[in-house]
Every structure is written in C-alpha cells, then in structure tokens.
C-alpha cells in the first residue's frame, strides 16, 4: 500500500453542545478519488476544514502528507489545491490578477495549464470576479486550484453554481486527469449521483460519524441484491435513514 | 407577538438584555447611593472627580452603548458604503416608516428615560439648577439623527463615518454654545424638538433607499484618479515572492483608503487658510488640523485594516480565501505591516505637497516663515531643523501606529473580545478627560505625578517588556516566527530604540530629565508588545 495522504486518527470537534466530527479515523491513500459524502450538516466541510488547518483538532490527530497542517500551513498548504464551498474569491480582482496573484504562491504552478483552463472555461482575463456569474466565479476557482497541478485537490461542494452539463464534464475531466497522473482528490458532494460518477472510494459521513468507507466497487458488489446493483442512495438511505437522505439531484 | 411594534422590541430586548441590564443596575446602584448612603438632602458637587466617576463618566458610556444599540451599530459595518440598517429586515411585511419609526422610537426613549432616571436618582437635589427636558431631548434628538446618518447608504467607503461624525459635532457645539450663553430651557425645547421629526424624515428616507438597494457609488467621480492608481498598482509582471504578492494583496484591499480619505478631507481644511490671512494664531491652528488629519482618519481606517474579512459586515472569521494562502500567520501580518506603511506614506505625501501649494497660494506663507525664524533664533538652526523633522516623523510613525496598534484584537476574530476592547477604549478616553482636568486644576497632584514619573515610566516599561516576554514566547512555542526573524525583530527594535534615545538625549540635554528618564521614554515608544501579538492574534483565528 502506498503512503497515506490523509491520516485522521480518532478526530473529535465539538461546537458548543453540538459534535461535529466524533472520533473520526481516516486514511486515504496516495492516487484515487475520494467522495465524501453526507446530508448537509454531517461534518464533511468541518472535516475538510480540520484537512486544511482551518479548524485546530480538539481531540486526536490530523496529517495531511504526514504534516500537520496548524503547525505546518505553508507545507500542507502549497501541496493542495483547493475549491471552497463558499467561493470567496476577492471580488475587486480581474481574473488576470487573480492568475497572477495566486501564481506567487505554487512554485509548481504551470502557465500553460492556467492558460489553458482559462481558455477552456472561458474566463475573460480582463474581467473583474464581481462581474462574474456564480458558474464563472467557480471556474475562476477551480482554475487556482488546479493550475499548480497540486498533489491533493480538495473539492467541497463543487457542483453549486455549475450548470448540470458543464459540471458533469469539467469535474469529470479534471478528477479523472488528476487521478490518473498519481495525484489524489477529495471530492465532498451531497449529491451521491455525482459522487458516484468519479469516486473511486466512497467515505459516508453521517452526524458527525463515519457510517461507511470503502471502495466503491466494493459497495455495490457488498450490497448487490440478485443482478440488481443499487445506486449510492439507495445505499446511503439504506444507511442512515430516509429522513437523513441528501437531496436527489433534479 | 402578532405587532412588528412588539417584534422590533423583542428583538432589541433579546439581543441586547444583558446590556440593558447592566444598565439598569447601574442606576439601581446609583439610587442606592443616592438614598441609603448619602445624607438625605446632601447636594452633589457636580464638578467633582466623585460625581465624573459616579455619574458622567458611567452616564456617557451608556449613552455610547444606546447609540450604537438603537442604530444597529453592533451588527454592521461602519465603514461600509451599504445602509448598517440589517437587509433582513427589508423583506418583512412592514412599511419604511414602522422600520424607521420603531427602531428611532425605542431609541429615544430610552435615552430620554436615562436621562430623567439619572437626573432623579443621581443629580437631586444638587444644589445647581439641572434642566429637566432639553438634555433628555437633546439625547433623543442626538440619537435619532445617528439612526438617521448610519441608515443612509453612501456614495463613498467611509464616507458615513465622516458625515456622522462632522453632523453630531455641529450639533453638539450648537448646544454647548447654548449653554455657554445660558440659553433658556424652552428656548433650547425650541431649537432641539423640531430636529425630531427632521430626523425621522431622514431615517425613513434612508431606509428607503437601502430598501430599494439603492447604494450610490461616487467612486466614479474619482475615476482618473482611481484609473492613475489601478495603472500603478495593476500587476502586469509576475510576483517576484508569495510575500510581495500578498503586500500587493493588502495594498489594494486596504491600503488606498486612508490616502483617499486624507485626500477628501484636506481640502476643506486647508481651504480655511484663506480666510485666516489676518489671524497667524488661526493659520497655525489650521496646519496643526491638517497635521493631525492623516492619524485621525487611520484610526477609523484601521478598523478595516484589521478585519479579517471586510465585504462581511458580521464575520470575524479569517475567509478561507486568505486562510489556504500557504504563507505562515507572521508572513500575512508582514504583508498589513507593510501595507500600512505605504499607506501611511502616501497619506504623508498628500499633506506635504498640499500644505507648501495651499499657504503659497492663500499668501499665508510670511505667517509661517515668521514663526519658523522665531524659532530657528530661539533653539539654533540644528535644533530647530531636527524639531521639525521629530515632529513631521512622530506624526508619519504615529499614523501608521494608528493603522496597524489594534491589529492584536481585531484578528482575534472574537466578536466579545472585539466589541469588549471598544467599550474599554470609550470608557478611557471618557475617564481621560476628567483625570487631565484633575491634574491641571492640582498643583500637589501635578508636584506628585513629576516625582513618580520615572517609578511610572518603569512600570509601564516593565508591563510592556513582560507582555513581550510571554508572547515571543508564545510564538516560539507555535513555531509562527522562525529563529531569523526573531533576531532580526529584536536587533531592529534595539536598533529604534537606540536611535530615538540618541536624538531624545541630544535635544533634551538639560539636567531636569535625567538620561534613563529618556530612555524609558524611548523603550515605550517604540512598539513592540502589540505588534509582536498580531501573528498570535491571526493564528488564533485562522485555526480555530
């Protein structure tokens, strides 16, 4: 088995009377996709959040390439490439700016890549990211996060603000090509179709706990009734309960 | 709760219940006072120490807080062009003039219930005539026009602060000139209740605007100039270190406000020289205005500086933009240091090239070379030369003091600790001002302080070189500064030290200071502690 590039041990985080994340233990190995997946509210960005050193680990332990990342942002952090839930990037930068301005940071960023992207996502360079569209905002942030070819690409909650069509083909692409060449994602969706289309690993969180990890393929066959294999919300529903099921994707 | 009368109430009561309870006990324990411990029918000295402590300093705090309850100023962002009015209100089913009404109602009476409880409980019988309506009147009315100035959604970043601020003072000093005169209580009732209604038509049309959305910008206007700086500061190259990116980050986030500000304002000033061509004392006062403009305006512009998140009014969270930057806390802290440097400067450049053109071209320039002979003949050339250069330096340092002094708290991200260090800053410069009078009115005090000054100056030395202690520290045990930047920080800070003792010893070289005196002096000058806690204060929030 290849090193971890994720290493959670028995993470535990509570938010006053609330527990977030309770004794989550969690291993992912170097070159595949990973989805995580959960209805909202489970614990996947306060997980994700605890991956890139934004939440301090009150209990347990967290090492992300065998760093950790409080103690070590500028290790862990110049490695992953990163897509956030909320999309915050500085509204009053051009899209050039925003190339330039993270370039700074990646020593391993690739021009050709970013020009590349920036072509295919069709992002003006002169334009201001106020000015943009939800979806053109995303691409913006995809572009940064993909152009220094980064060995973990954490993806929380991609898919809002894209369009069905164009989600489907740029994660595809990128998951896929990242995957291939070695490098590892983290995908966190609440859509377990969309999981279910690039994930090669499955970890189901559910209030706070990790319900299932596995391999997807493993899953299915594991939970295969006769020829019939059933989907990721069947089985998450299976699981966790209906009144927990996430939304089904229109 | 079926009236939005009653859910607006709610609201303010719930938010606000342990503030307005502290309120409440305070003037229980004032009637306390009043009638269990003092004799009965015993006149209070109202210009006592005493009765400031007791009464006007507690007094004018709760006011502050009433202001900034009753105008949703805990809640929003001063500085903002947007209305601070919450848009989660527009959407409710209620009319603009129950949103302004409301909110203004319950805000004017509670300073006016204020007033006429400390008044009773406090101030009676006082042996002095305290007027009964005008000052609870002039609280309503002060209060009603900060909802109307805060409300109203501006052209400008900052603009807000400017106009309430300028708006309040005229009032104020409308009133103090009444007072000055001994104008009479329904003559003051006269001047202060039409402003009422004044008010109410300003909040209602400010909430209006705010409702619509309507959000001016006036930044157009300074379009060739904001085009001049975009073309400066645009990057067209690559960064040459994350480092200088991220300064480049804070520059253009931050870093342009307190030039524009300064910009905005030194025209009005220096605009009074003209009229000050007859008066020197005048002239002089004006340039001391103008002085002082750029750190005036950094202490309101670093309250952007230091928010970790400024297009959110309420969060204090670092946004996770800027928190995956893979820089440590200490290289994002020395991007603002920087920033704010340059800021400072450019400030600084404004005022240096519009005093000379303002004084040449409103021929108040012999006032000026006059005094500056005067002076050169009472102190010599060197001396004077260095007076002015320590003087222009204190002021540049001081500005970007301003900017960058309230970075420890603000990066916290701790609304409590946040709003906590506010009120302890109003409640001191509220305390300041009768101290300073207390002094200057006695002569022992005065002998006393001058005696203890070195045991003070010691003290307030040790405070800051222990403070400093625990932090590094702190930041040694985080591993947020690395053994480099821990000696070259030390060495520089030395090195500042050491070369504002040199000038302090050389300017000052007469035998009432003694030379530790200046060193003291110069240790406590030179900042440290506060400094050195901004990277603790950013990882603190930043890995939370």
Known sequence: ?250 | MRSPALAIAWEFRQRHRWGLMAVAGYLLVVATIRFLILEPGEPVRVDSLRFAAVVSVPLTTTFVYLLAVFSFGFAGDLAARQSIYPARMFTLPVTTAALAGWPMLYGSAATAILWLAARLLAVWPSGTEIPVMWPALLGATLLAWTQALTWMPYGLPGLRVIVAVLCLAALDTVVLLAIHYNVREPMMVAVLAPQMPLAYLAARFAVARARRGVVPDWRGMFARVGNIADVLTRRRDHFPSPARAQAWFEWRRHGRSLPALVGLVLPFELWLLWLAKDAPAFVFEILFLALITPPFMAAFTAWTVSKPHPNVSDSYGVPPFIATRPLTSAALIAAKLQMAMWSALAAWLLVLVAIPVALDWSGTWPVVLDRAQRLNDAIGTPRAVVLVLLILAGFIVSTWKQLVQSLHIGLTGREWLIKGSVLLTLTFLILLGPIVEWIIDSPSVQRALWNALPLILAGLVGLKMSAAAWIATRLDRRRLLGDRAFVVGAAGWCAAVLALYGVLVWFFSTSFIARYVLALVAILAIPLARLSAAPLALAWNRHR
């Open chain 1, 1 to 250: 088995m290849s090193e971890s590039v994720i290493s959670v041990s028995e993470l535990t985080r509570r938010f006053g009377a609330t527990t977030a994340l309770a004794s989550v233990s969690l291993s992912m190995p170097r070159g595949a996709v990973y989805g995580l997946v959960g209805a909202n509210g489970a614990g996947k960005t306060t997980l994700i959040k605890h991956l890139l050193g934004l939440l301090r680990a009150e209990s347990g332990s967290v090492r992300v390439f065998g760093l950790d990342p409080v103690a070590d942002p500028v290790g862990v952090l110049s490695r992953i490439g990163y897509l956030s839930e909320e999309n915050d990037l500085p509204g009053w930068m051009r899209v050039d700016e925003l190339i330039r301005y993270s370039r700074a940071f990646y020593p391993a960023w690739d021009d050709g890549y970013a020009d590349e992207l920036r072509q295919t996502f069709a992002l003006d360079p002169t334009a201001k990211i106020t000015n943009l569209s939800k979806g053109q905002k995303a691409r913006a942030g995809l572009l940064i996060a993909l152009a220094h070819r980064p060995e973990l690409l954490v993806l929380d909650e991609p898919s809002s603000g894209l369009d069905p069509i164009v989600r489907r083909d740029i994660l595809g692409a990128v998951i896929r090509t990242i995957a291939d060449e070695g490098r590892t994602v983290l995908f966190s969706s609440h859509l377990l179709g969309e999981v279910e289309q690039v994930a090669d690993h499955v970890t189901m969180i559910h209030h706070g706990k990790i319900v299932l990890s596995a391999p997807l393929d493993a899953i299915r066959d594991s939970r295969r009734v006769g020829e019939r294999v059933p989907s990721l919300d069947e089985i998450f529903i299976a699981l966790v309960g209906m009144a927990a099921a996430p939304a089904r994707e229109a």
